[in-house]
């Protein structure tokens, strides 16, 4: 477990039951080998970002975010812009977060790049590459 991830965790134990909550994949995504995240978009932009996302896993929404599951670690190298969140975990402080939409393949995760391009778009900021990362083509 990472740093990062225990530190949120130690967080969310503090806080009891009106702090951040995981977001519930269903059952038949159980087993996640590359762990889960999950950024946050306003819920004004979801149901657009979602028809013109090729490929999107698990989404959940509440009255303020779309949360997007992505595989842990989405964060390296990317520098997510505002009005994004991300969410180590997958613990959100989300209001009843409902689950949206179900992909139709093995695995609940949206890719990040093609997200973080459109969180870049919504942001209206160019993306930032991290020394080390390729630019895409």
Known sequence: MSHRLAARLTRVRRTGGGGPARLPLPPHFAHTPLGCDAVG????HGQRLLSHLPGAGCVFADADHWWW?????S????PWPEPARYAVG??????RPRLVHTPDGATP???PL??????CRLAGTAPVWA???PAPA
């Open 131 to 133: 020394e080390g990362l």
């Open 75 to 78: 964060d390296r190298g990317l």
């Open 41 to 44: 978009l306003p819920a004004s």
């Open 90 to 95: 997958a613990y959100v402080a989300a209001q």
């Open 69 to 73: 599951i992505v595989p842990s670690g």
């Open 114 to 119: 093609p997200l973080y391009l459109m969180a």
């Open 109 to 111: 995760y949206t890719p």
